[in-house]
């Protein structure tokens, strides 16, 4: 995966307290790189959602969209 400022990103945080600082949906403990291999192995949303629960569909489309316009951006972070 390319390398993004998450920081930018208010819908992830990262504590090192938790998970040694691996960036985190914020207000959870799912790292934000295991959903981007999940899609990248063909699960969709919907799958994510139903292997963990208690994920935000809202917060988890906040992050792709993140993603997404990092790529479309001139300068990836």
């Not at 998970?19 to 699960?43: D, H, K, N, Q, T």
Request: charged letters at 25%.
């Amino acid at each position: 995966m390319a390398s993004f400022d998450w920081s930018q990103c208010n819908e992830i945080e990262s504590r090192h307290d938790i998970r040694s600082g691996e960036w985190l949906l914020r207000g959870s403990r799912m790292p934000v790189a295991l959903i981007f291999e999940y899609l990248e192995f063909g699960a969709s949303l919907e799958d994510i959602m139903e292997w963990h629960e208690g994920l935000d569909r809202g917060q988890l489309e906040k992050v792709i969209g993140f993603v997404a316009q990092s790529f479309s951006s001139p300068a990836v972070h």
